[in-house]
């Protein structure tokens, strides 16, 4: 999962570059963001099931 992340803001970085129009480029970065908060909750509410 963290993969697909990281490739979808290669993706939005490679938007930004070559397209002419702001707004996909603005569209591309508020999806990879929602992507990675929801990524980070999921991590954080997650429990650690460690036994010492």
Same mark, same amino acid.
């Given at each position: 999962?963290?993969? #697909?992340?990281? !490739?979808? #803001? *290669?993706? @939005?970085? =490679? =938007?930004?570059? &070559?397209?002419?129009?702001? &707004?996909? @480029?603005?569209? @591309?970065? @508020? =999806?990879? *963001?929602?992507?990675? !908060? *929801? *990524?980070?909750?999921?991590? =954080?509410?997650?429990? !650690?099931? !460690?036994?010492?």
């Amino acid at each position: 999962m963290d993969t #697909i992340i990281f !490739l979808m #803001i *290669l993706g @939005a970085f =490679v =938007v930004m570059v &070559r397209s002419e129009k702001k &707004r996909y @480029a603005i569209g @591309a970065w @508020a =999806v990879c *963001l929602v992507a990675a !908060l *929801l *990524l980070f909750n999921h991590h =954080v509410t997650s429990p !650690l099931e !460690l036994s010492f």
